[in-house]
């Protein structure tokens, strides 16, 4: 997917202003917080869970290449292929040659978040090949032309009327006026449109949430069913997954599993927990003929020699993104890629690279919240931090900021010297608001005047106040530099 | 060729360097499942339907299995539900034909069927989830494709968490191939896609119906 | 006004860091901490040799800068029982970052004198409570104050109970903001950086304070003071806004942080 990240500043400067938007992120919000809040009450076992999925995890990366070897002969025991896609080229051509091989005309598609890191749909188009989102979410943009703005809840930005518009426009076979106001008859209507079509298409794609060394299997953990009727009607189902989501055995699943639906919508389990492994059995009465698992580097196995390896826990079960208060501000769009909120901000500078992202990493307070709801603590913050280091290092951090951080640093390194500048700019300052107490308006000072006032300081330095009190140990005369 | 390019080497290798001298992380074993997960007796039994029921499943009790077909024409009739069914082969020896006003077939589903009866392998109390396998005694599609999925588990296969589900499934590949789908489900299907509203019934079943055997499942003996 | 009586008969020395902000924009925060903390029973020495923690360049990833602005304090606290902060945010950096920050500097006693200020560092508000045992306060305050709760202070220095415990011990009616583990988004140069995200924000937060009709707004950060302060003036309100440290220690003869009116302040300058 094309990255727009470089726009931030122009996606942040419309989103903070757009009510609709700001309507949808209120809903998402009221739902997932407090939903999250009662579901992780409700496991007093939660933290020690954390604690050994996360044990699991680092273990897994340890040891990667060997689960993903076991997973990949048990793949093929099972019937099925594995195909090694180091990039995104590879894993498109690699798609685009399966649907080849099959005579692949139509495919439905379950939602999956590394297909949108590929551009997939799009290139299957140019390819003559027609994708059919099937997720509600990824159906309702898909009908828009919309990337998703969550990795859970794709069509998260809209209200019911965008949802409803959308339908009206393209479901034009249908009665203008029937009934369309409510959630119920818009998931009721895109649930007709769509039944016919997972018997009808040649191939269905689906992500992995996990993949299972143990049993050759891959996992997806949904509830609308829609990637169910997805891998089981299709004549061939390919699984495009990236090569982090490896687990060594369906018990380490499990402890995910009771992390993963809690941490992301609230649920202790999703409607739909499924382990796919190889095409239909020999006296299966229905699914697949053939099973393919296209398994995606794309930047990971950078990561995880480098200082974002703790990035690669990631579940992508959306808690950062419904706590954070910058992407319940901006909106998904705005971080310019597939992956938005905290840990967007991360995993995109980590695999498309610094120098288109170089607002992600920064466009954050570090209040902690996303560490604090990740069920694999991923240290968001601090990560978020090493890219910044990262952008001072290749200097890709602006020249300006660069400068005045180091003039601000040099004063700053010199306290008696930085308490004189300081003093006496606080001193005028304080003379110049008067009685007011505040500025509305000062130089230098444009994006932070722009929506509040400039509170007025005291004038001069605790020091001087500090000599000057009857304070027992000023007096003392502790001074040294 | 599917591919001109062959990865394969080139990602291992990456792989193994990034690994390369780093103090390994041990696996951790396994961990105690919660206390909802570890209930035995009639407490597992009440935590199964207590928590199936709180994801909007509905419950039928019955004795035996050749009691299903009077327990889902009674439960069909009784919420004005259509009478049409497809059935799993691993439930079509019982007597179906004795019951009036339902037209059973046996096999995998279509999208012209409305009710769909299956058996599951294994229950977790723990979340009121049913383990459904695709085999040849049940197939996927009836547990997606009908507005009605009408699940029969026996009592006795209902696990206190997941943990029993996966040793279940250890069973089973003994003697058969893993199975192409494992399904858990917890409740009719759902999305909260259009403003962060639940709603019932997305694109799998709109209901979901258990009904709970007291006798042993047909299931072939497993080791 | 009680102190514990802990084991050692010998007053606690304590180290104030006073922090940039305080420094430059209310040096009578920083001294309403130095007289809380002589109330409580500590001797209390504020070392010249102190600018800034070096968060801001900290967090800019700079490492260079925030050890150059760091090093003046690293050994300006080495006969302190105790280093004490009245913010979260620079506590925070003293006690978490600071050992990150010089773990490979070149300077062993650097990397050790860090260490040694992380393992004694404390915000004001848990220092009392916490460490001392502090019970009761000089400051008396009565109506409705809310706390507004630093991310810092709340994820990094697990302060939370204590600041309202002593507000309360001072008369106050604590009341607590609906969202009030929500960023108010200040994050120090974010604030200027991103000011329409910050701007969102703080009007979020403002709004919330607003629902809870506060006589006094109080917080132990003065970044969020001046941030939250700045909005709701620009939104008109009267609410007063003050450092915690000044209500506890009694000290609420200046005026209000910003715009607020001293008159919604409730009558509290009168120390016990």
């Known amino acids: 997917m094309e990255v727009s990240s470089q726009k931030f500043n122009d996606h942040v400067h419309q989103a903070v202003d757009d009510a609709n938007l700001k309507g949808a992120m209120g809903k998402l919000t009221g739902a997932l917080r407090p939903n999250r809040a009662r579901a992780v009450a409700g496991l007093p076992e939660f933290d020690d869970y954390r604690d050994h999925g996360i044990a699991i995890k680092m273990h897994t990366l340890d040891h990667i290449d060997r689960y993903l070897e076991e997973f990949e002969t048990n793949v093929v025991a099972n019937g099925g292929h594995v195909h090694w896609c180091a990039d995104e080229d590879s894993a498109r051509e690699t798609i685009l040659g399966l649907c080849r091989q099959y005579d692949v005309k139509t495919v439905t598609k379950g939602k999956s978040m590394v297909t949108e890191e590929l551009g997939l749909n799009a290139f299957l188009d140019q390819h003559g090949i027609l994708p059919l989102e099937t997720d509600l979410g990824e159906y309702i943009i898909q009908l828009r032309g919309e990337s998703p703005s969550h990795i859970i809840a794709p069509a998260t930005h809209l209200q019911r009327h965008d949802i409803a518009q959308t339908f009206r426009d393209a479901h034009d076979h249908l009665d203008p006026n029937r009934p369309m106001d409510t959630a119920e008859s818009l998931t009721e209507e895109a649930r007709q449109e769509l039944r016919e079509k997972y018997g009808a298409a040649d191939a269905g794609i689906t992500g992995a949430n996990f993949m299972i060394a143990e049993t050759g299997s891959t996992i997806i953990v949904t509830n609308e069913g829609n990637g169910d009727l997805t891998q089981t009607l299709a004549k061939t189902h390919i699984v495009v997954a990236s090569m982090e989501k490896i687990l060594p055995t369906m018990d380490d699943a499990g402890v995910m599993l009771r992390l993963l639906a809690r941490s992301a919508t609230g649920q202790d389990m999703s409607v739909y927990t499924t382990l796919s492994s190889g095409p239909r059995r020999p006296g299966d009465l229905d699914g697949p003929d053939s099973f393919h698992v296209v398994i995606v580097d794309n930047g990971r196995s950078t990561m995880l020699a480098g200082s974002e390896r703790e990035m690669l826990r990631c579940l992508r079960c959306s808690a950062c993104l419904n706590h954070c208060p910058v992407y319940a501000s901006i909106g998904g769009h705005a971080y310019g890629w597939v992956y938005s909120g905290p840990m967007g901000k991360v995993l995109t500078p980590s695999l498309v690279g610094l120098e288109q992202t170089k607002d992600l990493p920064n466009a954050s307070t570090f209040c902690g919240k996303c560490q604090e709801v990740c069920p694999m603590r991923i240290p968001l913050p601090k990560l978020m931090r090493n890219l910044r280091a990262k952008q001072t290092e290749q200097k890709i951090t602006p020249l300006k900021q660069r400068v005045l951080l180091a003039l601000w640093s040099s004063l700053a390194s010199r306290p008696r010297f930085y308490r004189f500048v300081t003093g006496m700019m606080t001193g005028a300052l304080a003379r110049m608001a008067g009685p007011k107490r505040v500025f509305t308006w000062l130089p230098f000072l444009g994006d932070w005047v722009q929506s509040r006032d400039f509170v007025a300081p005291e004038g001069g330095s605790f020091f001087d106040r500090y000599r000057a009190s009857s304070s027992p140990s000023s007096s003392k005369g502790e001074a040294h530099d | 060729m599917i591919n001109a390019r062959n990865d394969r080497a080139e990602i291992f290798a990456r792989l193994r360097e990034a690994n390369a001298g780093r103090q390994k992380t041990p696996h951790p074993g396994a961990i105690a499942p919660p206390k909802k997960g570890s209930f035995s007796g009639k407490s597992r039994f009440d935590q199964f339907i207590e928590a199936a029921t709180a994801q909007y499943a509905s419950i039928a009790e019955v004795s035996r299995f050749a009691d299903i077909p009077a327990s889902v024409s009674d439960w069909l009739k009784g919420q004005n539900l259509p009478r049409d069914l497809v059935v799993a082969p691993i439930l079509s020896g019982y007597d179906w034909d004795q019951i009036k006003d339902i037209r059973p077939r046996v096999g995998a589903a279509t999208t012209s069927d409305m009710v769909g009866v299956s058996l599951a392998l294994s229950a977790a109390a723990e979340t009121g989830t049913v383990m459904m396998v695709a085999s040849e005694h049940t197939p996927t599609t009836l547990n997606f494709v009908p507005d009605v999925d009408i699940i029969a588990i026996s009592k006795k296969d209902i696990e206190a968490g997941l943990e029993g589900c996966w040793e279940k499934l250890r069973g089973w590949k003994k003697t058969n191939p893993m199975p192409r789908a494992v399904n858990f489900i917890t409740g009719p299907s759902r999305t909260a896609d259009v403003e962060a509203t639940m709603v019932l019934g997305a694109h799998g079943p709109r209901r979901l119906h258990l009904i709970l055997v007291d006798e042993k499942s047909p299931w072939p003996k497993l080791p | 006004m009680s102190s514990s009586a802990r084991s050692s008969r010998k007053k606690p020395k304590v180290g104030l860091f006073v922090t940039c902000l305080i420094d430059a924009m209310r040096p ?194 003065m970044g969020c003071l001046m941030n939250i302060a700045g909005r709701l003036s620009r939104r008109g309100s009267l609410i007063a806004v003050r450092h915690v440290a000044e209500v506890l220690a009694g000290e609420m003869t200046a005026p209000p942080i910003g715009a607020g009116s001293t008159d919604s302040d409730t009558n509290g300058s009168d120390k016990k």
Not at chain 3, 33 to 39: F, G, K, N, Q, V
Not at chain 3, 51 to 80: E, H
Not at chain 3, 162 to 187: E, H, I, N, Y
Request: with cysteine.
């Open chain 3, 28 to 221: 009578s925060a920083g001294m309403a901490a130095l007289r809380l903390l002589e109330a409580a029973g500590c001797e209390v020495i504020v070392p010249e040799s102190q600018s800034c923690c070096g968060q801001p360049a900290w967090n800019s990833g700079d490492k260079a800068a925030a050890r150059a602005v760091a090093i003046p304090y690293l050994d300006s606290f080495d006969d302190c029982d105790y280093v004490v902060v009245p913010s979260g945010s620079c506590a925070g950096m003293l006690a978490h970052h600071l050992v990150e920050l010089f773990e490979d500097a070149p300077d062993l006693r650097h990397r050790q004198q860090a260490l040694a200020i992380a393992a004694k560092s404390h915000e004001l508000t848990s220092f009392l409570v916490d460490v001392l045992g502090v019970t009761s306060v000089p400051g008396q305050i009565k109506g409705r104050v809310a706390y507004h709760d630093s991310c810092s202070s709340l994820r990094e220095m697990k302060v939370k109970d204590q600041p309202r415990q002593l507000l309360k011990s001072a008369g106050a009616q604590v009341v607590d903001l609906d969202q009030a583990d929500t960023c108010c988004g200040f994050g120090g140069t974010f604030s200027v950086k991103y000011g329409d995200i910050s701007g969102a924000m703080v009007d979020s937060k403002a709004q919330d304070v607003e629902a809870q009709h506060p006589d006094l707004l109080v917080a132990g950060d």
